[in-house]
């Protein structure tokens, strides 16, 4: 029947649809629901709780030891200079530090690995964000600041990963940590490479402004506030830099006894 291999094509580029045929529960429960609904937790608690997840994010690739802390921070000034209240800007703070969560589901090997990725490992590193929904997904308190994390590689046109959600149906907060995300990437030192000035950052940005990636309000938002979001962002990288070598000269001594 035509009709039905066309619709098989169709839903086969959506990341989703295979990664819930084959992803096994462990991957996709890192956080138990028990661990939140347990208790209610007061927003700056669930602050302190989700930034010691990054760490344990983070430190686990020395390529991204930083990174989440300069998402976070770059997000919740964003949402601030986008309107949002004083509790929404630490919901989204919280929603920086847990957006790459589902990377604790992904192998050391890909995660570490210095030379471009092929397809499979591709594949690998992208159903991250799909870990990070359905980890998160079980805790009724979190369910706004999951769509905010889980999201922020989709795209306006509905060409991200790996739920293709397009247009109107993402929310301004996802919108704004996929606009924190590439932003931090992009302009952020890792060992294999150094991060783009701001006028290489800016062109980026507006390029996939351009392509129906990334929403022009948010990105005009940075650029008109680039210096103050940038000092943040390093601010908030530098520091996280600074615990991660003190993990790491823990972890030696560790190890010499």
């Known amino acids: 029947m035509p009709d039905l291999v066309d619709a098989l094509f169709d839903i086969s580029t959506i990341e989703y649809i295979w990664l819930d045929l084959v992803s096994p529960d462990p991957a996709r429960n890192i956080l138990k629901k028990e661990l939140f609904n347990t208790l209610t937790l007061e927003m700056d ?3 302190d709780l ?3 997840f990054s760490r344990i994010i983070d430190f686990r690739s020395r390529f ?3 990174h989440s802390a300069g998402v976070a921070k770059t997000a919740e000034k964003l949402a601030q200079l986008f309107g949002f209240s004083s509790y929404e ?5 919280v929603a920086g530090y847990l957006h790459d969560l589902g990377k604790l589901a992904i192998s050391d090997d890909i995660l570490e690995k210095p030379s471009k990725l092929d397809e499979e490992e591709v594949n690998e590193m992208r159903a991250h964000t799909f870990y990070t929904y359905h980890s998160l997904e079980p805790i009724e308190q979190l369910k706004t600041i999951n769509t905010w994390a889980s999201f922020h590689h989709e795209k306006l046109s509905g060409n991200g990963y790996p739920f293709h959600i397009a247009g109107d149906s993402l929310s301004i907060g996802s919108r704004i940590m996929a606009v924190a995300d ?3 990437a992009i302009t952020e030192d890792r060992p294999y490479r150094k ?3 701001f006028k290489s950052a800016a062109k980026v940005l507006s390029n996939m402004v351009e392509s129906n990636a990334l929403d022009g309000r948010i990105v005009g938002l940075l650029i008109d506030n680039y210096s103050e979001l940038d000092n943040i962002r390093i601010a908030s990288q530098n520091e996280a830099a600074e615990q ?5 000269l ?4 560790q190890s010499d006894t």
């Not at 991660?244 to 790491?248: Q, R, V």
């Not at 823990?250 to 001594?253: A, T």
């Open 195 to 197: 991060g783009m000035d």
């Open 244 to 248: 991660y070598e003190n993990f790491l």
């Open 50 to 52: 989700a930034l010691i």
């Open 250 to 253: 823990v972890c030696s001594e």
């Open 89 to 93: 800007c630490k919901m989204m703070l």
């Open 182 to 184: 590439v932003f931090t």
């Open 64 to 66: 991204t030891a930083r």
């Open 45 to 47: 608690e669930i602050v």
